[in-house]
């Protein structure tokens, strides 16, 4: 009998169904007093459907998990009934958890069986292009464990022994060398079972998914990233979001 009936790894990877986890449970602290970060307006429109307006564009995708505020959940649902959204794409909402890392362990647990490729997308990151989207789930179908999206810095970066009092002078300890270092976005994308796996066996704290595999001693790769996949953290985030918008809306008129 022949092997050729059954497809290679290399084959089922690059015809595994992909999902996308949407944490958007944080409050946005860093944004000020005001509804969780996710549900804030931009040009009108939820920062959250922005981001999973955005997942949706790639046809690669085919569910979206949004991890919701932890009281809301049913509000989540109901904007997302109430926005226009691809038919393709289905959608399922789970209520997140007090750390980032527990927000999305709660995505991934509410995943169905068959999908085998999953990408977690910050809602703080609404205006990533679909053509970045499109690079993380080829670099997964090629064979990566992990991709993560990434741009080098434009600042140099000092490490400091931090102080104790904030305003504090802090001394520096070292300073890496800028062209070796990126600034990494999201979404990240992952062979699932990999993710499942860093999620059951790395506790610490982490900032980023890839930080997990990469303690899993697995490689991650990175692909590269897109100016407009930025993260709304600050006050002036909303701003420079609402102007790429606004260039959007012009260029697409023409
Ligand atoms: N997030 C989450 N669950 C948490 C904390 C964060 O799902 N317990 C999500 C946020 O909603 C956001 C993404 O993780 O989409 C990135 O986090 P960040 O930008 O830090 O958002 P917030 O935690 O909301 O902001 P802040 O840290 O300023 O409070
Ligand atoms: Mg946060």
Redesign the pocket.
């Known amino acids: 009998m022949s092997d050729d009936s059954r497809p290679s790894p290399a084959t089922a990877r690059a015809e595994a169904r992909t999902a996308v986890v949407?944490?958007?449970?944080?409050?946005?602290?860093?944004?000020g007093p005001g509804a969780?970060?996710?549900l804030r307006a931009l040009n009108g429109t939820p920062m959250l459907i922005h981001a999973v307006r955005a997942m949706a564009a790639s046809r690669a995708v085919s569910l979206v998990v949004v991890?919701a505020p932890p009281d809301g959940a049913a509000e989540v649902k109901s904007l997302l009934d109430a926005h226009a959204l691809p038919e393709r794409t289905d959608f399922l909402v789970v209520p997140?958890?007090?750390?980032?890392q527990?927000?999305?362990k709660l995505g991934l647990d509410a995943l169905p069986p068959d999908y085998d490729i999953v990408l977690v997308h910050?809602?703080?990151r609404p205006l990533v292009p679909v053509d970045t989207v499109d690079a993380v789930i080829e670099a997964v179908r090629d064979g990566a464990p992990a991709v993560v999206p990434a741009l080098p810095l434009a600042d140099t970066v000092k490490e400091v022994e931090p102080a104790s009092a904030a305003g504090d002078p802090e001394p520096v300890v070292a300073t890496p060398e800028r062209a070796r270092l990126r600034a990494v976005q999201t979404p990240q994308g992952f062979d699932r079972a990999t993710l499942v796996r860093a999620h059951e066996t790395i506790i610490d704290n982490v900032t980023d998914d890839a930080s997990m595999v990469e303690q899993l001693g697995l490689t991650v790769v990175v692909v590269p990233g897109h100016e407009e996949a930025f993260?709304v953290?600050r006050p002036l985030d909303l701003v420079l979001a609402e102007a790429v918008l606004a260039r959007r809306r012009l260029n697409d008129g023409f």
């Open positions: 949407i944490p958007a449970a944080g409050r946005g602290v860093r944004l969780p970060k996710a991890v997140g958890g007090a750390e980032r527990d927000s999305v910050d809602a703080a993260k953290t």
